[in-house]
Nanobody, 124 residues
């Protein structure tokens, strides 16, 4: 079974940056679409960004121009660079791996596996 571990969350001031990483083991991420989702208490988990195994990236409208998703095949990780952070970006961020599925707007994955999540807090 694919294991996913997120890292890089933390507390940052508005306008700041964070870089999240999703490390996979023991299998390669090459065959999967990878997505980042976030969740705040009382709300449904929402898609933030996604990348297919051919490198096509997708972004939620709320993060376009601020977030960048990328893959590091050598490290078997997917990264999410988050710049110009806003308080509304606060939440627990989860990475997921699964089958390519573009039926949901601005996302590309039907999740099969999830990480445990990492907290991102944007506050002054």
């Amino acid at each position: 079974q694919l294991q996913l571990v997120e890292s890089g969350g933390g507390l940052v001031q508005p306008g700041g940056s964070l870089r999240l990483s999703c490390a996979a083991s023991p299998f390669s991420l090459d065959s999967y679409a990878i997505g980042w989702f976030r969740q705040v208490p009382g709300k449904e988990r929402e898609g933030v960004s996604c990348i297919t195994n051919d490198g096509t990236a997708y972004y939620a409208n709320s993060v376009k121009g601020r977030f960048t998703i990328s893959t590091d095949n050598a490290k078997n990780t997917v990264n999410l660079q988050m710049d110009s952070l806003k308080p509304e970006d606060t939440g627990v961020y989860y990475c997921s791996a699964g089958l390519r599925d573009t039926s949901v707007q601005n996302m590309c994955v039907a999740p099969l596996y999830w990480g445990q999540g990492t907290q991102v807090t944007v506050s002054s």
